[in-house]
């Protein structure tokens, strides 16, 4: 029987390449700290098992958190966690949620017109 972990792991068919879905919960693992800042992140071949992909897809996934900074290889030794990877995401001020608020409202009026005008020529 599989463990919770490597069942949430598997690559799902949702049109996002594999690659990008690992990567995914591998940043969502650091940012949680569940992989702490200086822990080595599973082999290859154990994450390829862990996500059902081929070693190629698994890869290119810590080549994207490699990339973003959130990981570093040391050559023989493997992949780690990088210190300082998982900063907390950023704060909305009131004033951006703000605006945020306002561009929403403008654009959900903007589509009702077009969908009123689209009626109206039917």
Do not use: H
Not at 8 to 23: D, E, F, H, S, W
Not at 30 to 44: F, Q
């Amino acid at each position: 029987m599989q463990r919770a972990e490597e069942r949430r792991g598997m690559v799902k068919n949702t049109g996002r390449p594999g690659y990008l879905q690992i990567a995914d919960d591998l940043r969502e693992q650091i940012r949680t700290g569940a992989l702490t800042p200086g822990a080595p992140l599973p082999s290859t071949t154990r994450l390829a098992e862990r996500y059902e992909a081929s070693l190629s897809v698994v890869k290119l996934a810590v080549g994207v958190l490699r990339n973003e900074g959130l990981v570093i290889g040391q050559q023989g030794k493997g992949v780690f966690v990088r210190e300082g990877a998982a900063p907390a995401p950023p704060e909305a001020s009131s004033d951006e949620l703000t605006e945020i608020r306002a561009t929403l409202r403008d654009l959900s009026e903007r589509l009702a017109r077009v969908e009123s005008a689209l009626t109206d020529r039917q």
